[in-house]
């Protein structure tokens, strides 16, 4: 993907995890907006790795969505792209997160 079309499967990941959120965590999605809404972006080596990220965040049951493309430019329909997750504090993302590198 180039880098206008990832800044764009990030923005979907960030608008539907406040969705997520707002179903599952009011108090989270308060607090991250109270902090300036961080946002922290992350990659991954594969679809594998990817998938397994999505699992651990359900696990602790931190808020997660999926973003599939819809296949209108670069990548085929149903791409998954990426992943969000969060909003939700900072020390319990980490647990999902803190060995992944920054994009």
Known sequence: ???GKIASQVGHAA????????KLNKLWLR??????????VV???SLEELLQVQRDAEELRIPSVMVQDRGLTQIPTGTLTCIGIGPAPSDIIDKVTSELKLL
């Open 43 to 45: 990659k991954v080596n």
């Open 31 to 40: 607090s991250w907006f109270n902090e300036g809404q961080p946002k922290i």
């Open 15 to 22: 608008v539907l995890g406040v969705e997520q959120c707002r």
């Open 1 to 3: 993907m180039g880098i």
